[in-house]
């Protein structure tokens, strides 16, 4: 027993849940030991399917359980700097769903704690951990398309979030709640941004104006190689789940991504149709279950984790500035945001 | 003017009138001297568009035009025997519209005349100048694919003739109507065949079988190599015009055709669709041009044909044994054929 | 965790392995109870990995155990009747993985054993519980494309076998072995098969000759309605795993299956590439998830199989009177098959 | 022979010759009456190619040609105003090949003197007379996809021009000389532009900074509707000819646009394979031959023509506005274009 990694979740939401199954039943050398949720009737169902686990009612009791050595933190994002702050003291390792935090202020000092502690610190992108990009990213770095020179990334879903959750001060916006996957691709396939510039509007849903978000945005991208990015994102998909990245280079490209769903095509007097995937859980099912097993394999064998606090930041940036230059209506140096936003980081 | 070839067009029905047109403006080294049809207002319309062209009644008549050098006979298959028979009589260079005529015995008479008269006699399979068709052939004799192991030949209409034109004493049946097209594909990428067996029924149009004709055929072919093939014929492609050929080899494979007409996909609601070609002159428009050109080239430059009579006649040959195959269900030697039909081709 | 449903695996093949690990991880309500296999290097890296789990060297010894509520028999063809008359004479519940067995004579002997034992007896067909089969099942009977005429099935392997597995005698033939997925579709999306005729050779590995199996067929099937259907068997899609179905009809038509494995397309001077599903674990690992948890869940619940030994030999008629008629070339009647072989099924 | 319009080609360059060509066999009701050229050797290969074809050694000469109804001028863009201003000043029709001139200033000039001479005047932009781009304008206008809300058009070349022609001071620089199509459909399918942003770079032929141009560049748009934009233009499309226009609506979406050339897939080892669309001429043929057959019926017909000088100077101000913005690193409104640039036009 002693090979298997005793993991706790914390935050048992859609996706949540979703972490908590795989780890009970998907993730080889992985073993869910506690749950924890505020909501007692999420506790109670899990306890009912999963005999063998114990069940709190918020982090901290689940942090002092000796048993616990590592746990993964699915809450919503307004408790992230608590409960990262709170597990970083326990000596747990970490895995921690994006986005960081709301402020780039509290997610410097999220990361100035866990730096402090010494604990393992991995932050969620598992898009990372999808076989298209992996495969990808394997090929540009054999240079089959020779030097990237443009990245554009789609970014689109199915539909809007319900308004209070699109308020920008709770999902920190458009830009910021969507783009933050595509700025870490941008950083994956072109290295660091220096500027960007964005436009948008709440074209397809005027109601979103009412709570100060929107619903597309462009953002174009400057990397301090001086290649460029485009970033395309839209909450309305209404067709399914629009995810496509292009790497552009001086030999060829790569584009990954598909539309189809299930493998059928119907052929009838209105054309030939075929479904499309419904939604980043279907689209990225297996990147979840691929990161979380990193994320155990690295805990288990101490290597340091795969995507750290300061990944997180560094997409933060992008987003930040991205959504500032879309508000003021110019380009904006990514050295501003730091300026724009006093932290403990100093 | 010298390097003019000169044509004359013998029928101006729907695909005549295309030849005509392609013979008159888009063929280089090419004039269209004449055209004879029947139909009166089918010439007067022609006359009236196109001046300084020659409109005859009948085909002797043009035939007769000393300024004729070679004549394009795109009449009713019927007539095929007699026209070209005259043409060849008349010393003319011929190129004939497939299918050839309506029996094994007539096909061989009016090879015999043509040999006899040694007139240029090229008959049409424009898929064999299809631009897919091409690059594929070129791409298996350069061994990309190894040795072809297995043919696999799809024709399907979008519906059915009118009744009176399916019965097979007009039409030959669905097997030879459709399928020859296929058959010649066979011999151009397999070689020659030696046996076949066919199945088909009335399945999707009842009434067919008031005229005795079948709407749907499954066609396996055995060739003199000992390699396969199966050749799909339908009448009720709903959505378009669906042709596919996939050339099966040791080393890989390559298929030929797709569905999609105007490049655009809609993607709604209800998936993403995209059209379809809808029939066969939107998919071989560019190779009836190919052929014909290839016809004013050989017989200006004095070249022999790309296609004989003897290879629409060994065409004909399977299409026949296919069809005696399914009548009487079971597989049919081609030999079979020769004998079945006593021709003066002894 | 009365509500688990304790299974043994007999069998820990590179498949029979498979179905443990999704039993011990993947199937809610399914509980890993025992495996058997005679080699004791297989035993034990499964004791070693999954604690708890009971370690048997041979299957009537797993039988004997009385926590064993279900069985799923995963070992050599050669073995299935044997194995599964034991099963039947435990009580057990039973899963079979196909092919049933070598001769429609012990099927039926494995059929009624079942039968007059009373137990669950679901034999193993995962492409109908594949999504992409699923979901075109469901289009069908919704009448989406009209009443189906033809249907088209292509099932290729990627490379051939050892020489030893072609053996007929060990693997039934290409036919037996490889189409009887294809004749269960048939059989799934157009009803029972009145008669067959196939054609195949030796075409692309002569080696195969030397034990009498060939690595291309050809089966075109006429269906007890009067519709019709194909099926493609080769050994050498070199390429990658090449399954693809088509249900042909009279408003329509729908394809199920695709060549992409990873979401990505390299584009460089030298073309558009993407890859291809490498083989059938790929293709099908979530339609043996499925099918597993499918009996899981009909035995939990005491309900009837989905598909029955019953199935199962109606799709081996189809084999075996496909490979008659390739050896003997000529269309051959399903019936003939139960009088060329003397069955207890009177 | 009246209904025929007498149509003079001016330039036999390149794409000249295509429209010679057109005119002399392709397109119906049009006559090509002269042509004229500086290049003697030109000249005198169409004069033996195609007789009775009138031979001109200049512009005027052709202008004076009595039985000239209409020219096209497909000369080079330094030219463009004299050539048009003396076939406005001579009363003839006009088709004006795209870029309608080198400075806005000289394109007012030119825009007055048609109008004050009254004539037909039609500036090329091939793009909308393409299958793909009707059917997708016309899906636009049934509310297909709702509104649109953002386009993406993608225009990427397959390798960069010599560089004497890249030089902006000859061909207005990458985003003039390639970006004006994309503009031009971002008014088809959006309105009328009012800011725009746009990055560049010469990044994968770095001796591009020789002459002070660039082989990249991302444009963002913002249309006076607040609806958005993105344009992406390259020179490096080493595998081919890449054009591709996504108009995203409310509702849905259209992506018009294809990579595939011939219809053939090559599966090997190496993966799936197809080639693609090598170069403009193959992808545009049809919508170039459409187009000038539109300018012939419109002024045989006298109508006004379908894209006018202000369509080509509307494009044109985006040009400008979205260069200057990628040489001064801000975003760029319209009317700054008219102030920078003092015209005629007042």
């Known amino acids: 027993m002693s090979s298997l990694l005793n993991v706790g979740v914390i935050g048992l939401g859609r996706l949540g849940s979703v972490y908590a199954r795989n780890l009970a039943q998907r993730v080889p050398h992985a073993r869910l030991a506690a749950v924890a949720d505020q909501r007692a009737d999420l506790r109670e169902q899990f306890a009912a399917e999963f005999s063998g686990i114990k069940v709190y009612a918020n982090h901290l009791e689940l942090l002092k359980d000796k048993d616990v050595e590592a746990v993964a933190i699915i809450t919503s994002t307004s408790t992230h700097k608590e409960v990262v702050m709170d597990a970083a003291a326990s000596g747990k390792a970490i895995f921690c769903e994006k986005p960081m935090s709301l402020s780039l202020a509290d997610a410097y000092e999220m990361l100035h704690a866990v730096e402090k502690a010494g ?69 994956m396939f072109m290295g660091e941004v220096s500027t960007v510039h964005a436009v948008g509007g709440a074209l397809a849903y005027p109601e979103m104006k009412s709570v100060g978000d929107i619903d597309n945005a462009l953002v174009n991208l400057v990397f301090e190689s001086g290649t460029l990015g485009t970033v395309q994102l839209s909450r309305n998909a209404v067709f399914g789940y629009d995810i496509r990245t292009e790497v552009w280079g001086t030999k060829g490209s790569i584009q990954i991504g598909y539309f189809q769903h299930t493998p059928i095509l119907v052929m009838t007097r209105e054309g030939i149709t075929h479904d ?36 997180a930041i560094a997409a933060m940036r992008i987003s930040l500035a991205a959504t500032l230059s879309c508000h003021e209506g110019r380009p904006v140096q990514l050295s501003e945001v730091d300026a724009a936003q006093p932290t403990t980081a100093g």
């Open 119 to 187: 604990v393992f610190f991995h932050m969620g992108f598992q898009r990372r951990f999808d076989a298209g990009y992996l495969a990808a990213k394997k090929k540009v770095d054999d240079g089959v398309i020779g030097t990237p020179v443009v990245l554009t990334s789609i970014s689109r879903d199915p539909f809007r979030p319900p308004l209070e959750f699109c308020d920008p001060k709770v999902s920190g916006g458009l830009i910021a709640d969507m783009g933050i996957h595509d700025f870490d691709l941008g950083r």
């Open 276 to 311: 499309v995937v419904p939604h980043f859980m279907q689209r990225f099912e297996g990147a979840y279950l691929a990161q979380i097993q990193d994320v155990v394999d690295k805990v288990r064998t101490g290597q340091p984790p795969s995507l750290t606090g300061r990944d």
